[in-house]
């Protein structure tokens, strides 16, 4: 099957939202939605089809790694360096804990970074060919996967609900 | 600094792109004058750095019992002025303060690079500065004992760590910016800003991944960054030096840290709301809301101040009252009572809201109040030190020509990585400008962000 992607480019949040609406109404639901700034209302939107983000997962993870990696170093080497300080035991978990701490959040925030380069898919080395300079500043962007044949009724749809300017 | 000019016209999404992106470029003369004056003064003080490693420590005044002396003092003010950049990026994003869009690039700029200041002090404070991994605790094969119980090494894990995070922080806020900034460079900028933008488009696809990636990093600073504090306050409070040995030292640390980072956060945004004409985003609310945060701080920090003496009255001990007797009576006292006039006296003039907006009355305040913290952290550490419980060991500390210019030298490597970083990169967010402006809606506008 031969596809084709049609973009339409908006001025505004409501006649982006309402493309979005129509187009999923139509059966289209291949969307990429460009916008220079979030916006609650199309990120509800979009997200209604979609499984919740797994950053957090990412996060928690690493965050957990982090705790059980400080709590490995420190007592394992203070077995392996087990001398006496203050008539303390040579492993004591109190001072341990603020070292956890301080990986935890280290790992954690770490992952974090991986999951917005890994689910974003990011660096992207190339430019999609849908993207418009204009999304980083007032111009919301749809593009549409559709099937070749479809594609002139996608490009009345996007102008019907508002676009400013619609190409393929 | 001149009135601002009235703004007739609502700003709009484009106007914020405009004007964020005509301040990065090619500078003018001014501009290249103070990079001179800057770098001048950096040179002078890797010069008295390189002296001190030629003739060891004796240059920078070391001697017993003020073996901390004032480099510690500008290591913890310099973390303490990180902190106000994180209490905005990070604590102010999550309870949702519309106001804290138009600084925060500027205070988060200004964290990740006091906390590089920061680091340099253990380097120069340590002397064999090659020798800066042995700072690591690590299982090592060179008869090093990897002490965890220490609170010096909870501090190598925090302020690795604080730097990492807010450097991470930092970039990401700043990759959607670098793609607007892309988008309207040309030639080798706009490949090097496509490069650091990682070539992000603002699909549905990145931004759902972002902003809840966004959220989670701005939920582990908000506990870090009262952490960190926390445990460099623990390099004093764990000792059993006099006047250190507190519980009240943590939150009395975070403190003062959030003081003095919102008084350099206004030292730097003031200048560049007149020098870039960012009257329409950084307006009269903003600098209201930081006064009445330097305000807060500021009556906070005198209630610790009134609780360290009461408790070294209450606590019966004797060297404890003899230690704040000294300090407030002895050679030092000098430094003791500028403290409290800095740190409680000027800034009451926060109270009227008049001085809350009036420019040059702010800038005034910020500079006593980074003279007072900066001092508060010299009483703590050199009287603290110099009126120990053995009248045997007591004594002076002076400074140096060596460790002063070290110390001014580091005002200028700061000054150096922010001014840099003002004419490369958006030192306000594009981004979140935006978001916090009127949405565009083509049927009935409704007003901004809820």
Redesign the interface.
């Known amino acids: 099957m031969v596809t084709a992607s049609v973009l339409g480019i908006f ?5 982006t939202l309402q493309a979005i609406r129509d187009l999923r109404a139509k059966g289209f639901s291949d ?10 209302e ?2 509800e939107e ?2 209604k089809v ?1 499984p919740l ?4 997962l990412f ?1 928690v993870v690493g ?1 957990l790694t982090g705790t059980a990696t400080a709590f490995f ?2 007592i ?3 077995l ?2 087990s ?1 006496v ?1 203050g008539g ?1 035991d040579p492993v ?1 978990i109190p ?2 804990i ?2 956890a ?3 935890t ?2 790992f ?3 992952a ?2 991986l ?3 890994v ?10 060919p849908t ?1 418009d ?6 111009r919301f962007g749809v593009a549409v996967a559709c099937p070749a044949d479809k594609a002139e009724s996608v490009k009345a749809l996007l102008s019907a609900a ?1 676009a400013e300017e619609v190409r393929r | 600094m001149s009135a601002p000019p009235s703004q007739a016209a609502p700003v ?3 106007d914020v ?1 405009r004007d964020v992106i005509r301040t990065v470029g090619m500078p003018g003369e001014r501009y290249f004058a103070w990079m001179c004056l800057v770098a001048l003064t950096l040179a002078a003080g890797i010069a008295a750095w390189t002296w001190q490693i030629w003739v060891g420590m004796g240059a920078a005044g070391k001697r017993t019992p003020q073996m901390w002396a004032m480099y510690i003092t500008t290591f913890v003010f310099w973390i303490g002025i990180g902190h106000a950049g994180t209490l905005i990026s990070a604590i102010l994003y999550l309870f949702r303060a519309k106001w804290r869009t138009s600084i925060y690039r500027g205070a988060e700029a200004m964290t990740v690079f006091a906390v590089m200041t920061a680091g340099l002090f253990p380097l120069i404070h340590a002397g064999r500065m090659w020798f800066a991994y042995w700072l690591l ?3 090592n094969q060179r008869y090093l ?5 220490s609170p010096l ?2 501090d190598v ?2 302020i ?2 604080y730097l ?2 807010s450097v ?2 930092f970039i ?1 806020g700043l990759v ?1 910016d670098v ?2 900034l ?3 460079a040309t030639g080798v900028r706009k490949k090097i800003y496509a ?1 650091i933008s ?16 966004y959220g ?2 701005a939920a ?2 908000t ?2 960054v009262l ?1 960190v504090h926390s ?1 460099v306050s623990f390099d004093f409070a764990m000792a059993l030096v006099p006047g250190w040995h507190s519980t009240l030292f943590a939150p009395f640390f975070v403190d003062g840290a959030i003081f003095s980072g919102f008084a350099m956060v206004l030292i730097l945004l003031l200048p560049m709301r007149y020098l870039f004409n960012w009257y329409a985003y950084i307006t009269d609310k903003h600098l209201d809301a930081m006064a009445k945060l330097i305000l807060v701080t500021s009556l906070v920090l005198t209630y610790f101040y009134a609780c360290e003496v009461f408790t070294a009255w209450y606590s019966g001990d004797h060297f404890e009252r003899a230690s704040l007797f000294a300090k407030a009576s002895k050679q030092y006292a000098w430094a003791y009572w500028l403290m409290y006039f800095c740190n409680s006296v000027v800034p009451m003039v926060l109270w009227l809201k008049k001085a809350r907006t009036h420019v040059v009355t702010l800038y005034v305040v910020s500079i006593f109040v980074l003279t007072g913290m900066w001092f508060e952290r010299f009483n703590i550490i050199v009287p603290g030190l110099g009126f120990d419980f053995y009248p045997y060991t007591w004594g002076t500390y002076y400074p140096t020509v060596t460790d002063t210019t070290i110390i001014i030298g580091s005002f200028a490597w700061f000054f150096i990585l922010f001014l840099g970083f003002i004419r490369v990169m958006p030192s306000l967010s ?3 400008v ?2 916090v402006l009127p ?5 009935g506008a409704h007003g901004g ?2």
């Open positions: 001025a505004h949040v409501d006649t969307l990429t939605v460009y916008s220079p700034v979030p916006v609650e199309i990120e979009v997200e979609r983000s797994k950053v957090r996060t965050g170093l420190t394992w080497s203070s392996k360096w001398l300080t303390k004591s001072p341990f603020i070292i701490f301080e990986l959040i280290l954690g925030g770490l974090t970074l999951a917005i380069l689910l974003g898919r990011l660096p992207r080395l190339r430019p999609s993207y300079p204009r999304f980083t500043v007032d508002g | 709009t999404w484009a792109n605790p690590y299982p004992w990897p002490n965890f119980k090494v909870w894990f925090a690795s760590t990492t995070i991470v922080f990401v959607p793609a607007a892309r988008d309207q490069a990682l070539g992000w488009e603002g699909s549905d696809a990145q931004w759902r991944h972002y902003r809840r990636a989670l990093f582990l600073s506990p870090l952490s445990v594009i981004v979140e935006k978001e949405h565009p809606m083509k049927h962000h809820h």
